[in-house]
């Protein structure tokens, strides 16, 4: 009896042990596996047209000395199309990594590498002093919750084009219809002295 009793004891201790070691398994093999969880957007993510990268860059007047950023750079089509097409330099920003993955990828692609780089940051805490066009494909809400921080941050001359969305009673300088919607410029005032 007393051998059984101890086979007992010693086969459900193995066996708790395989039942741990099995779980403990599953906790590593999932956690290799697990995504990071996918930051919180404000704005879904919908490439800008071609056509209205376009656009935008044209009605900004980029030119090479330019730094464009792009606020919710997405794949960076607009920092890599303004680096191609202009030598401009480019800054996307954008708070998903798989965005700033992909604008990464397409800036390689392109051959503009060395012209374009990309943070991953929330466009509101960005670091936008550099830029002397920003542009954006936001939402008309955050359009006007930017809008203090392009005031008090952008040196004045500083272009900022939005497409599809204006910034409320902040009237633009320019706007231009390109297909169904509209490419808008503003262009930073002198601070009063």
């Known amino acids: 009896m007393r051998d ?8 459900g201790a193995v066996r708790l042990r395989s039942e741990a070691a099995a779980f403990l398994l599953l906790l590593v093999a999932g956690g290799a596996y697990a995504q990071p969880a996918a930051p919180s957007l404000d704005v879904p993510f919908v490439p800008t047209p071609a056509e ?14 330019d730094v464009v ?58 670091d936008i002093r550099d830029a002397t066009v920003v542009t954006l494909y936001l939402l008309p809400r955050i359009n006007q919750r930017l809008r203090p921080k392009l005031l008090a941050e952008l040196r004045p001359g500083t272009r900022v084009v939005s497409y599809g969305f204006d910034m409320g009673d902040w009237a633009p300088e320019r706007s231009v219809e390109v297909g169904s919607s509209t490419v808008y410029l503003w262009v930073i005032p002198r601070r009063p002295e």
Do not use: H, T
């Open 4 to 11: 059984a009793v101890r086979e007992a004891v010693l086969g």
């Open 52 to 65: 209205a990268v376009s656009a935008m860059l044209k009605v900004a007047g980029v030119k090479k000395d």
């Open 69 to 126: 950023y792009d606020l919710g750079s997405g794949d960076g089509r607009i920092v890599v199309a303004a680096a191609r097409q202009y030598g401009a330099r480019g800054v996307g920003i954008d708070i998903d990594p798989a965005r700033i993955a992909e604008g990464e990828r397409n800036a390689r692609a392109a051959g503009v590498e060395k012209r374009v780089r990309f943070i991953r940051q929330d466009l509101f805490d960005a």
